[in-house]
């Protein structure tokens, strides 16, 4: 075992293993104190929030973002395919079906690709994946990479960033209208979509996590594999800053 998943192992190991375990209110509260590190907080997100980015940086940054978004199904399937659990895999599968869609449900991708088509992107552009940043392919194949490799559990632990999405889809509904009045309004679909989306998948996410990493150590661990998880949003946003400076 190499790459992300050892390399979260490796910070576990140095925990105390003799440490009291957290209660699951405690533990959970350590989870959601992994906020502060969420990308809400990256200055592109702050300046784009407030209005400070050029048409070029919002489209840079919706092109980027759909390689996260299309690999997120792969990420899902990853998922499933190491869950023995039946009652799992039904839940889980939603998921798949959020971003892929179902029949008259297009879903999170083809919402997305109406916000490319909002701020200018063509299809072709979007699709063929010209404008990605090879920090932010590196970032998310690491992601999907980990789901692949690590045990379910684990790789359902690294989902609970969306613990913090809902308020980044808010943000982006008050102030993109009013600072960005060219983007057509039909392309904030998705982020209204995922408030609730993102809600319902917490819940189950939580679940998993909180019944499944009991000792300090391996609660420890978690807090890794969130931070983890954390640092590929940022990264992300590092790769795309850089890529598309004004």
């Not at 379910?152 to 960005?180: G, M, N």
Request: with cysteine; charged share 25%.
């Amino acid at each position: 075992m190499n790459g992300p998943t050892q390399a979260v192992t490796n910070q576990a190991a140095t925990r105390n293993s003799g440490a009291t375990a957290w209660t699951r209110e405690e533990f959970e509260a350590q989870l959601r104190a992994k906020g502060a590190a969420y990308h809400i907080h990256h200055p592109f997100n702050v300046k784009m929030n407030a209005g400070g980015c050029s048409r070029e940086q919002i489209r840079g940054w919706v092109a980027n973002r759909f390689y996260y978004q299309i690999n997120i199904p792969l990420k899902d399937a990853a998922v499933m395919s190491n869950c023995p659990d039946r009652e799992t895999r039904r839940r889980w599968v939603l998921r798949i079906l959020d971003h892929d869609g179902y029949g008259d449900d297009e879903g999170g991708i083809e919402t997305w690709a109406r916000l490319g088509d909002a701020v200018g992107l063509t299809r072709d552009e979007l699709w063929s994946l010209e404008h990605v940043a090879p920090g932010v392919k590196f970032a998310v194949d690491a992601y999907v990479n980990f789901a692949r490799r690590a045990p379910w559990q684990e790789a359902v632990c690294s989902s609970l960033t969306e613990i913090f999405a809902p308020q980044i889809h808010k943000d982006r509904l008050a102030t993109w209208p009013t600072f960005y009045p060219w983007i057509e309004a039909d392309g904030l679909t998705y982020f209204r979509s995922r408030i609730s989306l993102a809600q319902r998948d917490v819940e189950h996410g939580l679940q998993v996590t909180l019944d499944y990493f009991k000792t300090r150590e391996q609660q420890e661990r978690a807090l890794d594999i969130l931070q983890f998880k954390l640092d590929i949003l940022w990264s992300m946003l590092d790769a795309i800053e850089k890529a598309f400076p004004q």
